[in-house]
């Protein structure tokens, strides 16, 4: 940056000039939008009366806020990005080879996941360590895998899918239903639970075949409401709003997580404590994960994959060239459902609980986000997606400290939302191929080059 | 004309009878009928709106005809009846391959992408229906190779072979034409239908084009029937022109009789219908 702004430091003041001028004019917009917004707030007195009360304090904030930053961004971004811009234009484009950590991410990334619960166990004892091996570990876990599911069908296929909760819900309530009244174990509930999603999944695809785009999208909002709104009213089943609650835990191939004789802590000579029951789940969530990703990869390269990828570009083309659409676009549904059942039936046994709350509309939002922030088609991209999004959420419940700040009413969860909001927004200015934002090539022949997202499309159907 | 349409319906692969479609009240082809020999380049020429590219979408099954029958017969003897297939089933069953007036490329897969998508059907067989694939069995894992191979094939003979790796999307328009045809015939199709292959290319682009047609008819043994505009293309290399106007046959034959044929030049010209006489009154004298 030095280098380019050294020519012109006779500008240098102007630049703050014109950044004190900018800074000043947001500032005086902030004013006026915030004033009745922030500044005044109407409430009720004691005797019922409708009063204002006066919110100065929160309103200079938000001014100062608008200063400061357009100030910054005037000022000190705005040169450093034309500054970088330069030197990259400058620069020769280098091949250099991708650093160690670089080629071997997920690799690495896999062997952190495997370490993570003991570390954390010896940094944080069996109690203390519930949180993060609960909240941060299982959590993320479940989303990387329903936005890998997800991820089939919307990033590879490119068949917009608004509903993808339902399948998730009907994993949840096959695992709780059918181990409570059935007695079935998770190990044989599992992959039963994967058919039944994928058969919701071609029963969703049906009708949806020849719908494209927008309207693809509505229908399977709808299915997603469908399902939820069947769960809620077909009370003698599902005994609606209230839910189903003792849902049986999973056991290690038949060893209870229990206090009893034959439990796992028993057995293995270690003081009782429910950190083993989560950190068994951590493991279990991390397999069922990686089971995905390596179905993912491998489908990617047999024509079945390749196929989803083609219909993404161009689906008349795929026609020309004798490709079934109609089975190509039902078994991305049936796979991607499969996987978000797995994730359900897991999600039910983690619980011991669920009801129709857990599959609301928001929930499919939140996993579409998360494929989308990751760069579509992209697993890396997605995992770290969910760890910024989920992760990110856990984290603002642990912000105490704002507190002090905003004052003891204040929830920082509750603005999680808007958060996501603004996070959304930013990156997709930034980075609008998401995080990952090349692709690639599921075959080469002299040598492996991503391609860029350019060229790649988000698929219409 | 009688004789020689005795001897086309011996090796004739694909056979158009009383071909109608009716858009709404526009009739856009009318009572067609026309054949494409065995080995042979025919062109199937006409003005803008004459119904060709929709004389296409009926063969491929993309527009279920108004009426009329188009039957496609294979080498072995296998004959199928287009316009009850489905558009997949005409390109994997009846073997049938088609490229598009407004290029159709899979633009964010490589290459040789293109050309493995293309190998669909046969990889899916070898793949066990994705299980064995999926399992990692050798046999998906040689079919694989060998469809790389034919990829590989394919990328040389459209010299493409040195941009294998880019997206296709990323390619000159000329290429990107020699790669839809080339990602055609990885289908393994009897007969090829190409959509105006010439359009929009230079004249260095288009001789090569022309190299390409004739070395798939010669090498491959596949038949093509292609739209064109371009007079000077369809001359050079075509052995049989079907001429349509407003839906309708006005000439077929040799290049060399389409070419003095008045009905066919009052229509490129833009002539009336009792104008015609004349025309013809002026061809005769000059070839005399
Ligand atoms: N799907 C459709 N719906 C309605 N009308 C159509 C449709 N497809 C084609 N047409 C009409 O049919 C007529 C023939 O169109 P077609 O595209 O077959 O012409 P063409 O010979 O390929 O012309 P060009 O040389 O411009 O490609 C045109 O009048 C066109 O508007
Ligand atoms: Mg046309």
Redesign the interface.
């Known amino acids: 940056m030095a280098t380019v702004t050294n020519p012109s430091t006779a500008s240098t003041g102007s630049l703050t000039a014109k950044a004190l001028r900018e800074a000043t004019f947001t500032a005086v917009m902030t004013f006026l939008m915030f004033v009745l917004f922030v500044g005044l707030k109407t409430d009720q007195n004691m005797r019922n009366e409708l009063i204002l009360v006066p919110r100065w304090g929160l309103l200079a904030i938000f001014v100062i806020i608008a200063f400061v930053g357009r100030f910054a961004m005037v000022a000190w971004l705005q040169p450093w990005r034309t500054a970088r811009k330069a030197a990259k234009d400058a620069a020769p484009a280098q091949t250099t080879d991708a650093g160690f950590v670089k080629r071997n991410f997920s690799k690495l990334a896999i062997l952190a996941l495997v370490l993570y619960p003991p570390i954390i166990l010896s940094l944080f004892g069996a109690q203390g360590s519930l949180k993060y091996i609960d909240n941060f570990g299982i959590q993320i876990l479940i989303y990387v895998m329903l936005a890998w599911g997800l991820n089939i069908v919307v990033g590879l296929a490119g068949l917009l899918d608004l509903g993808y909760v339902a399948f998730y819900a009907v994993g949840a309530y096959s695992y709780a239903l059918l181990s409570i009244n059935f007695g079935f174990s998770f190990w044989i509930l599992l992959p039963l639970a994967g058919i039944l999603s994928a058969f919701w999944g071609i029963i969703l695809g049906f009708p949806v075949l020849r719908l494209k785009g927008d309207y693809l999208a509505i229908v399977t909002l709808a299915f997603g409401e469908i399902i939820r709104l069947v769960l809620i009213n077909w009370q003698d089943v599902t005994q609606g709003t209230f839910g189903i609650s003792g849902i049986p835990k999973i056991t290690l191939f038949g060893i209870p997580f229990d206090a009893s004789p034959h439990g796992f802590a028993k057995i293995f000579n270690l003081p009782m404590s429910s950190a083993y029951y989560k950190v068994f789940l951590f493991y279990l969530i991390l397999l069922l994960c990686l089971l995905t990703a390596f179905v993912t990869i491998r489908l990617r390269r047999l024509p079945i994959g390749r196929a989803w990828e083609a219909l993404r570009e161009d689906e008349i083309a795929c026609r020309s060239l004798g490709i079934n659409t109609v089975t190509t676009k039902l078994t991305a549904f049936a796979i991607g459902a499969m996987f978000g059942g797995f994730a359900g039936s897991f999600f039910a046994a983690r619980q011991g609980f669920v009801s129709p709350e857990s599959f609301v509309f928001l929930e499919s939002a939140v996993i579409l986000s998360i494929v989308v922030l990751g760069g579509m088609g992209s697993l890396t991209g997605i995992a770290i997606a969910a760890i910024a999004m989920v992760g990110g959420t856990e984290l603002l419940r642990e912000m105490d400290f704002l507190k002090h700040i905003f004052g003891p009413d204040f929830t920082p969860e509750l603005y999680r939302m808007l958060i996501f909001g603004l996070a959304m927004i930013t990156m997709m200015l930034v980075r609008p191929r998401g995080f990952v934002g090349s692709r690639e090539p599921t075959a080469f022949l002299f040598e492996r080059k991503n391609v860029s997202g350019s060229f790649t499309k988000e698929g219409h159907g | 004309m009688s004789a020689m349409a005795s001897t086309m319906n011996n090796d004739a692969i694909l056979k158009v009878e009383h071909l109608s479609m009716r858009f709404g009240g526009l009739m856009a082809i009318n009572d067609l009928s026309f054949e494409v020999r065995r080995g042979e380049i025919t062109a199937l020429i006409g003005p803008n709106g004459a119904g060709k590219t929709t004389v296409f979408n009926c063969i ?1 099954g ?1 527009y279920k005809p108004t009426m009329g029958m188009i039957s496609m017969q294979q080498k072995d003897g296998k004959s199928f009846f287009l316009e009850r297939m489905a ?6 069953d009846a073997k049938v ?4 007036q407004n290029i ?7 290459l ?2 293109n050309l ?6 046969a ?2 067989k070898a ?1 066990g229906y ?1 299980v064995l ?2 399992l ?1 069995f050798k046999s ?1 894992k040689d079919a ?1 190779k060998e469809a ?1 191979e034919k ?2 094939y394919w ?1 040389e003979k459209a010299s493409l ?1 040195d941009r ?7 390619l000159p328009y000329g290429a990107q034409r020699r790669l839809e045809i080339a ?2 015939m990885c ?1 393994g199709p009897e007969l090829l239908c190409l959509d105006e292959p010439a359009a929009g290319l230079n004249p260095r682009e288009s001789q090569e084009l022309n190299k390409l047609l004739r070395s798939i008819r010669a090498d491959n043994g596949t038949s093509l029937l292609l739209i064109e505009h371009d007079m000077s293309v369809v001359m050079e290399i075509s052995d049989h022109v079907v001429v349509l106007e407003y839906g309708q046959k006005i000439s077929d034959g040799d290049p060399a009789h389409v070419k003095n044929d008045p009905r066919v030049i009052a229509a490129y010209l833009g002539v009336d219908d009792d104008e015609v006489e004349t025309v013809r009154h002026e061809v005769e004298e000059g070839a005399n």
């Open positions: 491929t993309f558009d997949f089933e005409v390109t994997r391959a088609r490229t598009f159709r490329l899979f633009s964010g897969l490589t040789l992408e493995l998508v293309a190998q669909h059907n990889l899916m793949s994705t694939g999926l990692g998906y694989s790389t990829a590989r990328l072979i294998a790796d880019d997206p296709a999307g990323d990602r055609a289908t």
